[in-house]
């Protein structure tokens, strides 16, 4: 399947230090689906009541599912539900891919589930490998491997000069939630 335009599908990667990847990436999706496309959101590694998981859940055209325990915990170490929760996850990322009612698939911090190797990076390459031609395929996370950044079409580095964290300032619903 060919976008709208009858273009190749992109593949984006949203990385880097900095806060903003999943806002950009809803971002994107927003505009999609202003544009009559169908967006399906993955998330890996969150369980969480956030703004924009509620308002996709008001508009048409926009899916979230969440695949994540609620607790980051020490992905370090991870745990055996962590790896089960980010294998769900993974599932649902192919059936979004395959779904040919999908013109853009947004895989959200899939690129620190790899880091974290809950999720192997040769699934991911097959994955963006596999996709219908016209799947538009948005990736973020911190640490986006060099494999996946090759394949890319585009690739943004989000980096913090300043943020108000770093200030002591508490997360606040609307901004960071």
Do not use: C
Not at 88 to 95: D, V
Not at 100 to 106: E, G, K, L, R, S
């Amino acid at each position: 399947m060919l976008s709208l335009d009858g273009n190749k599908g992109l593949v984006i990667v949203i990385t880097g230090d900095g806060k903003g990847k999943t806002t950009a990436a809803f971002g994107q999706a927003l505009r999609a689906v202003g544009h009559g496309l169908r967006v399906e959101v993955i998330q890996f590694l969150k369980k969480v009541d956030s703004g924009e998981v509620r308002a996709a859940s008001r508009l048409e055209g926009l899916t979230v599912k969440q695949f994540g325990t609620g607790d980051f915990g020490d992905l370090e170490h991870p745990e055996p539900r962590e790896f089960e929760m980010a294998r769900l996850g993974l599932e649902a990322a192919w059936k979004a891919v395959e779904d040919p009612q999908n013109d853009m698939v947004i895989l959200d911090e899939i690129n620190t589930a790899l880091h974290y190797r809950l999720v192997p990076l040769n699934d991911i390459l097959s994955l963006i490998n596999n996709r219908p031609p016209g799947l538009h395929l948005i990736l973020t996370g911190r640490n986006a491997p060099a494999e996946i950044i090759e394949l890319a079409d585009t690739v943004s580095e989000i980096i913090e000069i300043k943020h108000h964290h770093s200030r002591g300032y508490p997360a606040r619903r609307g901004i960071e939630h």
